[in-house]
């Protein structure tokens, strides 16, 4: 029991240290919101839960409102918003009680007659609450959205500057600014968008509020004599990998306080993007689009209250805790299941066990993280939870069946007609939890293909479930037979959609490559299947032999 006990502190070990690395706080020279030097001004919006400004008929409560502008001016002095609709023309009055400026947005399409009606709205609620409302933005990314002519949009800004007595502007991001220069002679500041995670070339969130200031210096030399306002930039805590551009809590902290920073010495007003995380988007956007706030959706706290450590899994105890027990029942399940057999395994064997134990392991505590940030959605839900259930059982039945000595089953063993289907239970678990896992991997695999701008990479999850299953298959596949033709279509899927992601992707997105990865170690597992199921706890003299070979540490 040496060789097995050994592996066994191994794996906790490895365990824990992973946790330990992951968990790794940060410390930043400023801190990304401090109550004690007050935002310049925050993009705020209203919505909760359900609630989203599609439905025309939505109006937010001014309740709801006050109690967000409450906690707003606790760390900034001023709000900006996008739209009048939906119970936003409230916000210049409450906006007044609470303490705080507003630059108020005008959300203008297509819809020509509707935009004259929210323009007028607009000019009044200026007019009529003049110490609060300190600029009127007519616009936002109309040009980007391609729903306006130039012509018609200074058209527009023209009408509203002449009607009100406090600076016009129109804000988008700053690629269209450099397009489309004529606007800036209608308004009497340029606001610009910066997005770097966002951009066609993203920088890595160490580099990208360097990126930030240095386009923001090009559009002050483009437009002489206007003010440069940052009207959006931020970072996202959560989502998808894009390139060298990685969501987290600490790389959200990092930019928001370098940027501020910046604009301290600097002297630049920035408008930070955005005060609460918005689920409505994520609808639109994917995960990503969902978690740019500095305050969580849910409990409206602050991400990063003065004084707490940042890090990426604030949980992280709980985390390496159910990694550590998934570890240890792994390796339970293993010296309950090999009391039963005739011979002692190898070496080859209990690392094999070592190995899915270590992975699911470090990963249990991530797939679960992504599992509450990403999922969306009943479908959604329904999903990633049927995920994390197939990498949760794969290590634990993948070890009964290599310690009991039985290969994985073929598709047609578990589907098949009923005198060729397996006729023991744990087989036909451990058939079933491949097949489910093979056919998320195909789904995610052809959604990535398909619609990958806003799809996440389901490499945690992925790697827990299919790891056991390809040393379970290397250590117990038939020798000969003819591949089944189910697990060959499966596997060129897998094969063709990982060769297309990973360049599609580009060779810096690491979550990308390590999914792609995954999806070619499932499509070689599924390689392995043969047609004609070996007997039920087979022990012949080839497979003597082959854990004689692997006791001495040769793999076949």
């Known amino acids: 029991m040496r060789t097995p006990l050994a592996l066994f502190f191994v794996s906790i070990g490895l365990i824990a240290a992973a946790w330990w690395w992951l968990a790794s706080p940060v410390t930043l020279v400023r801190a990304p919101i401090d109550p004690e030097a007050k935002l310049e001004c925050v993009s705020y919006a209203p919505f909760r839960g359900e609630q989203t400004p599609h439905n025309p008929r939505l109006i937010v409560s001014p309740e709801q409102i006050a109690e967000d502008l409450g906690e707003l001016a606790k760390i900034s002095k001023c709000i900006r918003t996008y739209s009048i609709d939906n119970g936003l023309d409230k916000v210049p009055e409450l906006a007044s009680k609470a303490g705080l400026k507003?630059?108020?947005?005008?959300?203008?399409?297509?819809?020509?007659?509707?935009?004259?009606?929210?323009?007028?709205?607009?000019?009044?609620?200026?007019?009529?609450?003049?110490?609060?409302?300190?600029?009127?933005?007519?616009?936002?990314?109309?040009?980007?959205?391609?729903?306006?002519?130039?012509?018609?949009?200074?058209?527009?800004?023209?009408?509203?500057?002449?009607?009100?007595?406090?600076?016009?502007?129109?804000?988008?991001v700053w690629e269209f600014w450099l397009r489309y220069r004529e606007v800036a002679a209608d308004v009497d500041f340029v606001t610009v968008h910066f997005l770097p995670y966002w951009e066609d070339v993203p920088p890595r969130a160490e580099d990208a509020a360097a990126h930030v200031d240095e386009v923001r210096k090009q559009l002050t030399v483009a437009f002489p004599g206007k003010e440069i306002l940052i009207g959006e930039t931020g970072w996202p805590s959560q989502g998808r990998m894009r390139e060298v551009a990685v969501a987290s809590r600490i790389n959200?902290?990092?930019?928001?306080?370098?940027?501020?920073?910046?604009?301290?010495?600097?002297?630049?007003?920035?408008?930070?993007?955005?005060?609460?995380?918005?689920?409505?988007?994520?609808?639109?956007?994917?995960?990503?689009?969902?978690?740019?706030?500095?305050?969580?959706?849910?409990?409206?706290?602050?991400?990063?209250?003065?004084?707490?450590?940042?890090?990426?899994?604030?949980?992280?105890?709980?985390?390496?805790?159910?990694?550590?027990?998934?570890?240890?029942?792994?390796?339970?399940?293993?010296?309950?299941?090999?009391?039963?057999?005739?011979?002692?395994?190898?070496?080859?064997?209990?690392?094999?066990?070592?190995?899915?134990?270590?992975?699911?392991?470090?990963?249990?505590?991530?797939?679960?993280?992504?599992l509450?940030?990403?999922?969306?959605?009943?479908?959604?839900?329904?999903?990633?939870?049927?995920?994390?259930?197939?990498?949760?059982?794969?290590?634990?039945?993948?070890?009964?069946?290599?310690?009991?000595?039985?290969?994985?089953?073929?598709?047609?063993?578990?589907?098949?007609?009923?005198?060729?289907?397996?006729?023991?239970?744990?087989?036909?678990?451990?058939?079933?939890?491949?097949?489910?896992?093979?056919?998320?991997?195909?789904?995610?695999?052809?959604?990535?293909?398909?619609?990958?701008?806003?799809?996440?990479?389901?490499?945690?999850?992925?790697?827990?479930?299919?790891?056991?299953?390809?040393?379970?298959?290397?250590?117990?596949?038939?020798?000969?037979?003819?591949?089944?033709?189910?697990?060959?279509?499966?596997?060129?899927?897998?094969?063709?959609?990982?060769?297309?992601?990973?360049?599609?992707?580009g060779f810096a997105n690491w979550q990308s490559l390590w999914t792609c990865a995954i999806y070619l170690l499932l499509g070689f597992t599924l390689l392995q299947a043969r047609e004609g199921k070996l007997s039920e706890g087979q022990s012949s003299e080839l497979q003597s032999e082959r854990w004689s070979n692997e006791a001495s540490g040769q793999l076949h």
């Open 102 to 172: 507003v630059l108020l947005g005008v959300w203008i399409g297509r819809d020509r007659a509707k935009n004259v009606l929210l323009i007028n709205s607009a000019v009044a609620l200026a007019n009529d609450h003049p110490g609060v409302v300190t600029s009127v933005i007519v616009g936002s990314e109309v040009l980007l959205r391609g729903e306006m002519t130039v012509s018609d949009l200074r058209e527009f800004i023209r009408s509203a500057r002449s009607r009100v007595h406090v600076p016009v502007t129109y804000a988008d």
């Open 252 to 370: 959200q902290a990092r930019f928001i306080a370098e940027i501020l920073e910046r604009a301290r010495t600097e002297k630049f007003r920035v408008n930070l993007f955005e005060a609460y995380d918005e689920p409505w988007k994520r609808r639109w956007e994917g995960t990503v689009g969902g978690y740019w706030g500095v305050f969580n959706a849910g409990d409206r706290r602050l991400k990063y209250p003065a004084g707490v450590a940042i890090g990426n899994y604030p949980l992280w105890k709980w985390q390496m805790a159910g990694g550590l027990a998934l570890g240890i029942l792994v390796f339970a399940v293993a010296g309950l299941t090999v009391k039963r057999r005739r011979s002692s395994p190898g070496l080859a064997p209990w690392m094999a066990v070592a190995i899915s134990a270590t992975t699911s392991g470090v990963l249990l505590g991530v797939s679960i993280d992504k």
């Open 372 to 505: 509450l940030y990403e999922s969306f959605g009943f479908d959604g839900w329904l999903r990633q939870c049927a995920l994390l259930a197939a990498a949760i059982a794969a290590p634990l039945l993948s070890t009964e069946a290599l310690m009991s000595e039985r290969p994985v089953p073929a598709f047609l063993d578990i589907l098949g007609p009923a005198e060729r289907r397996t006729q023991t239970f744990m087989t036909t678990l451990l058939g079933v939890t491949l097949i489910a896992i093979t056919l998320t991997s195909v789904e995610t695999a052809l959604g990535l293909v398909f619609d990958g701008r806003w799809r996440d990479f389901p490499f945690a999850a992925l790697t827990m479930a299919v790891v056991p299953f390809a040393t379970l298959s290397r250590l117990t596949h038939p020798r000969s037979g003819t591949r089944p033709i189910a697990e060959v279509v499966f596997a060129g899927l897998l094969a063709l959609a990982a060769v297309y992601i990973g360049f599609n992707e």
